[in-house]
């Protein structure tokens, strides 16, 4: 729950045989896997850009600049 906002969020995706990841790796699950960002994490937005890359490959503005610091 959202202290702010009183809202129930949840992060987490779907990383299917079809995600990038999962492709790169050359490998197939029987099974639909998860991503997920814990509640206690302290990086939520970067956790998410992350795993959106995991599923797409693109990379966005915040996965491109972590990656030159």
Same mark, same amino acid.
């Given at each position: 729950?959202?202290?702010?906002t009183?809202?129930?969020?949840? $992060?987490?995706?779907?990383?299917?045989?079809d %995600? $990038?990841?999962?492709?790169? &790796?050359? *490998?197939?699950?029987? /099974?639909? &896997?998860?991503?997920? *960002?814990?509640?206690? %994490? /302290?990086?939520? =937005?970067? %956790? @998410? =850009?992350? @795993?959106? $890359?995991l @599923?797409?490959?693109?990379?966005?503005?915040?996965v491109?600049?972590r990656?030159?610091?």
């Open positions: 729950m959202n202290p702010d009183s809202e129930t969020e949840l $992060y987490a995706l779907p990383l299917g045989n %995600s $990038y990841a999962i492709s790169k &790796l050359g *490998v197939t699950s029987k /099974q639909s &896997l998860v991503a997920f *960002v814990p509640n206690y %994490s /302290q990086k939520k =937005e970067e %956790s @998410i =850009e992350l @795993i959106k $890359y @599923i797409s490959g693109e990379k966005t503005k915040g491109e600049e990656n030159n610091d």
